[in-house]
């Protein structure tokens, strides 16, 4: 069982370059989301699905758009990356609203020069 | 913000010493929940409360829950070197499951 697949690992965008962040899992959850996690902020949280077929922003989604593809994928897209969006980056999902655990996926660090 | 508060911000211990870590929040919560991250990494679920209950154990953790002061602590017991780590509490609000900032325990030889 694979969990929460998170790729890349790692990147670095130039100012203004855009990327997609893939997230998949594979324990049938109806909850993804995306968090942020930078030094001394904690987890934000960006945008998250409750469902597949929908999606709602977190605290900090500006810049930021997401795709629930179906119910294993929630992709997390910057349009024009910025330096501001120096991160870890985290994928996570859970059974259902007001749900149990979470399981995360191991991050990817992005850097934006 | 909807952040639960951790306290203390860091701590360091001697290995073999218990630790303590709260966490407090301010709206009303089903469940509060503990997660451990090594350095790097994915968080990790360790222990889940629900608000009808007021202690839970698992293994060397201990959790409380007290919910007429909108607290929880976590009590590592007999600590290892593989404990240092960062701990976090989260709670679920709507559809979310919303973090603290987080408290970074160091174990030290």
């Known amino acids: 069982n694979a969990g929460v697949t998170q790729t890349p690992k790692f990147q670095v965008l130039k100012t203004g370059q855009s990327m997609t962040l893939q997230c998949a899992q594979d324990?049938?959850?109806?909850?993804m989301y995306w968090y942020r996690q930078d030094p001394g902020m904690g987890l934000r949280l960006i945008y998250y699905?409750?469902?597949?077929?929908?999606?709602d922003k977190g605290e900090v989604p500006n810049g930021y758009n997401v795709s629930r593809l179906n119910k294993r994928e929630f992709s997390l897209r910057l349009e024009s990356a910025a330096p501001s969006q120096t991160s870890v980056y985290f994928c996570?999902?859970?059974?259902?609203?007001?749900?149990?655990?979470?399981?995360f996926g191991q991050g990817t660090r992005l850097t934006v020069v | 913000s909807q952040q639960g508060e951790e306290d203390p911000q860091a701590l360091s211990i001697q290995e073999g010493e218990n630790a303590t870590m709260n966490c407090s929040y301010k709206?009303?919560?089903?469940?509060l929940q503990w997660y451990r991250q090594n350095s790097g990494r994915g968080l990790v679920h360790l222990i889940l409360i629900r608000s009808n209950e007021r202690e839970k154990h698992s293994g060397r953790l201990r959790v409380t829950l007290d919910t007429s002061k909108k607290s929880s602590s976590l009590l590592i017991t007999a600590s290892r070197a593989a404990d240092t780590a960062s701990y976090f509490c989260a709670f679920p609000r709507d559809d979310k499951i919303i973090f603290g900032k987080g408290t970074r325990l160091h174990i030290l030889p």
């Open positions: 709206t009303s919560i089903n469940n």
């Open positions: 996570a999902s859970s059974e259902a609203q007001f749900s149990t655990e979470a399981f």
């Open positions: 324990m049938n959850h109806n909850s």
């Open positions: 699905s409750a469902s597949e077929g929908t999606t």
